[in-house]
């Protein structure tokens, strides 16, 4: 039965994607993840899902969210007491999935999300919710002001939905905050950001991403300081991971790379070390 209705801006419904692919994967034998809460909550809202149904970028949406898992609990192994912000976080699961008991966690999104996203999650001491848009300052003093160091920025399919200019404040307003910390971001090339109409799933919603950004290693050339610890394609995952995922879905993956298609090879995710 339908609980919750969905009243949101055209960015913010992209959300929606991931979601789903969240509650197909879980569904799987094989899956890369499993989520039975995305599962309830795409059960309870009312949205017609059934559009997105069997699309094969579904799959790349979860691959994306399983490597920032890794990273994420790679950084909490590291520091068991360190801080965790979800920028742009929907009604993303990741702390369901990497909780370590102990870290501190913001997630973050513009106000509406904010509003449906408290529908399904509870704030408690370690976990709180954050109405802003991650261009705002203000909100960088209320995570510095409720944690300590260090510091994980995951921004999952939120940046490339900005302008430019607004993605190089962001990337300087954590830097000056927060030195030595890390942030996960995807990027998508010029081949993309110009085909989206034809995009399997953002063709069936409204928003589009308006940031290009042909290589990720121009994220060093706007601040010095800035590295990239590293970039993946979804073809090139981390040799860990690939091994990890079942033999239908390496044989899927290398056979995606072989095509070498602009839509797989422009698309990378990333992490960053900001100072
Ligand atoms: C494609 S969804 C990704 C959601 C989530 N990261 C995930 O992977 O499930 C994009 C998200 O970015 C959020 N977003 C877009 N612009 C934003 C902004 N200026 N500030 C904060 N969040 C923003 C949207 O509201 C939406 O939740």
Known sequence: MTEHGVRLGTIQETLLIPLYGRAAENRKKDAILRDPRAEEIVASIDYDFA?????????????????????????????????????????????ERVDNGRARWFDLDLPDVVELRRAFFTATER??????????D???????????????????????????????????LLADRFPGSLLALDTAGPGIIGTQDEHDALGKVEA??????????????????????????????????????????????TGLGALRMPQVEEYRLNLVRLS
């Open 127 to 136: 976990r709180s919710m954050i109405a802003a848009s991650v261009t705002d």
């Open 138 to 172: 203000a909100w960088v003093e209320t995570v510095a002001a409720h944690s300590s160091g260090p510091y994980f920025f995951a921004a999952e399919a939120v940046l490339p939905f900005l302008a430019e200019a607004d993605v190089h404040h962001v990337i300087h």
């Open 208 to 253: 589009r991403m308006q940031w290009a950004c042909a290589d990720p290693a121009q994220l060093t050339e706007g601040r010095a300081g800035v590295q990239l610890l590293t970039s993946h394609t979804l073809s090139n995952l981390p040799g860990p991971m690939f091994d990890e995922l079942s033999p239908s879905y390496q044989e899927m993956l």
């Open 51 to 95: 559009r997105f149904d069997g699309l094969q970028s579904l799959i790349g949406t979860v691959l994306r969210t399983a490597l920032f898992d890794r990273w994420v609990a790679d950084f909490l192994a590291a520091h068991p007491g360190g801080t965790v912000v979800e920028i742009g976080t929907g009604l993303n699961t990741r702390f």
